[in-house]
């Protein structure tokens, strides 16, 4: 994930049409304006506080994961424009089956300590990654990997004085070095889409270096990225530079990009207006109440769908919420369309499921009745549900602006259920994810989500599959967990796709978070540069920014 990660519009991305692609396809991209821009020149941007230290396989937020994007280089990566999956380091990834893929490296790609990135370093970054006693967030990706069990282990109890005995393996039995620039991987089952997952920032390689002092490289991570990591100086500013051997096609153009961290969107806005900064990600909620963001930007903004979705999650730990039909009431209590069309400007589509419209598997209505406001429903089926007594907390972080949005679904939850709703701010993202991943909150918490590589899948086992990394409501089902093996191992992609489909209509039966609304990002930027373009997850091209 990204607990709001990354987000995708695209129709149909096959791992076939990967395979078969010996090096990145697709056509230029437009240059806005190409008679004025120039590349060069430095550009800041809206960033926020990352959760953990920079390291690959344990950033699965935006805050960290827009910074590593930069800095980082993959297998794989993804168009602009509709996230096709190209090769970047790959020269070739090839299977027969979807269970034993061969990966072929182009030779002289480096990293930013100027050494080469050889199998290796992508051997032993995933080997780290998996390893339960290095407590890595994203493990959860390479859990297809053959041998991913052995290097798993149990805290008897749960932080307790005991120790969780150490694992049985410390590397996956499914990698293999072949030679440099060579390395095989085998899955415990088949995985037909493993070549299109291969681009997100778990799997990125790792220096040598990295290995000597961990510690060090999270504060001042090495990758293979058009971008240097320069420093990160705590609640002020991230600061990347060009790097002038980059190795891959998508060639840098600002010569520094400065993140500079705000508490709430509203100051980042202001500076936007003012100048002070060049890029926002996303304008305000308050903004965007008639449409006062196009008229304080004049020209220096645009709308665009991206498949992401945001939804609200109910803690397992809260026994007033455990009845299924409490949550079911909840859900038929909020309307959605009023509130994006008042709060949102009619900028957000109510969401009938689990998965954004332009995903390859979309069906619409997966959440049923559930998602429909009803507020008589709502009273009756609360009743049946025994009825809930006391405060219901609602989580959200005040770096996103959510403010608006989350006062007014409470206030429908309050009128049309008599629930007492009340919203709980934290003060930035990083710091609420610490409280959820604590299980010391109870209620309600908004997250969103953002695609991290193309494919329905990641849209249900990353926040649903048990124990995975982003199911901050612990929702459980072997049901649901064997729909997502099946569907994985079916090479057939509309087969799989069913699969998927159903598992997702078990959502619905079961209501572990409501979907609230899909995705569209409204980006502003200042008047030095010129149009951004934003990328199909739904994040501003920062690499291609040019100025006037």
Not at 171 to 184: A, C, I, M, N, P
Not at 253 to 259: E, G, H, Q, V, W
Not at 297 to 325: C, E, M, W, Y
Request: with cysteine.
């Amino acid at each position: 994930m990204r607990g709001t990660t990354r987000t995708v519009a695209v129709a149909g991305i096959s791992a076939a049409a990967l395979l078969l692609a010996g090096c990145g396809g697709g056509g230029e991209e437009e240059t806005p304006d190409a008679s004025s821009a120039k590349a060069g020149g430095d550009i800041s941007v809206e960033g926020c506080s990352p959760q953990n230290p920079l390291i690959p396989s344990n950033t699965s937020e935006t805050c960290g994961g827009n910074v590593l994007d930069l800095v980082t280089a993959k297998l794989v990566s993804y168009a602009t424009k509709d996230a096709k999956p190209e090769m970047d380091i790959a020269e070739s990834i090839t299977t027969s089956d979807n269970q034993n893929f061969e990966v072929k490296l182009k030779k002289g790609y480096k990293f930013h300590d100027g050494t080469e990135v050889k199998a290796k370093n992508f051997v032993d970054a995933w080997n780290y990654a998996s390893y339960f006693p290095n407590g890595q967030g994203a493990s959860y990706f390479f859990t297809p990997f053959e041998g991913y069990a052995d290097l798993q282990s149990e805290d008897p109890d749960e932080d307790g004085p005991q120790k969780a005995p150490a694992p049985k393996a410390k590397e996956l039995s499914g990698l293999k070095v072949v030679d440099d620039h060579t390395f095989t991987i085998k899955t415990s089952e088949k995985v037909s889409n493993l070549p299109v997952r291969l681009g997100y920032t778990a799997f990125a390689p790792l220096p040598d270096s990295f290995f000597a002092d961990p510690e060090a490289y999270g504060k001042k991570p090495i990758g293979a990225g058009p971008y240097e990591f320069v420093s990160l100086t705590p609640d002020v500013d991230i600061k990347l530079k060009k790097f002038a051997d980059y190795s891959g096609k998508d060639a840098a153009k600002p010569d520094n990009i400065t993140f500079k961290i705000y508490a709430d969107d509203e100051t980042a806005y202001k500076d936007l207006i003012a100048g002070t900064i060049d890029v926002m990600e996303q304008v305000p909620t308050s903004a965007l109440i008639g449409e006062a963001w196009k008229t304080d930007l004049q020209g220096r903004a645009a709308t665009k769908a991206v498949a992401g979705i945001t939804h609200v999650g109910f803690t397992k730990t809260d026994p007033r919420l455990s009845n299924v039909k409490v949550r079911q009431a909840i859900s038929m209590a909020v309307n959605r369309q009023e509130i994006t069309d008042k709060i949102f400007n009619k900028g957000r589509v109510p969401a009938t499921g689990w998965v954004p419209p332009g995903i390859d598997g979309y069906a619409a209505g997966a959440c049923g009745e559930a998602c429909t406001f009803d507020a008589a429903k709502a009273k009756t089926t609360l009743a049946e549900g025994g009825g809930f007594t006391g405060t219901l907390e609602f989580a959200y972080n005040n770096d996103g602006g959510h403010k608006e949005w989350v006062e007014a679904t409470c206030n429908q939850i309050k009128t049309n259920t008599g629930i007492n709703c009340v919203p709980r701010p934290f003060v930035d993202f990083s710091t609420m994810l610490k409280e959820l991943e604590s299980r010391k909150f109870n209620g309600m918490f908004r997250l969103g989500w953002q695609m991290d590589y193309p494919s329905i899948e990641n849209f249900l086992a990353p926040l649903y599959g048990t124990d995975a990394d982003s199911n901050y409501q612990d929702y459980s089902s072997p049901a649901f967990d064997k729909l997502l093996n099946d569907a994985a191992a079916d090479g057939d992609p509309a087969s799989s796709n069913s699969k998927y489909q159903e598992a997702e209509k078990l959502l619905g039966q079961d209501l572990p978070t409501m979907p609230m609304w899909y995705t569209a990002r409204q980006t502003g930027w200042s008047d030095k540069v010129n149009t951004v373009e934003v990328d199909a997850f739904g994040v501003p091209d920062y690499g291609n920014v040019t100025l006037k």
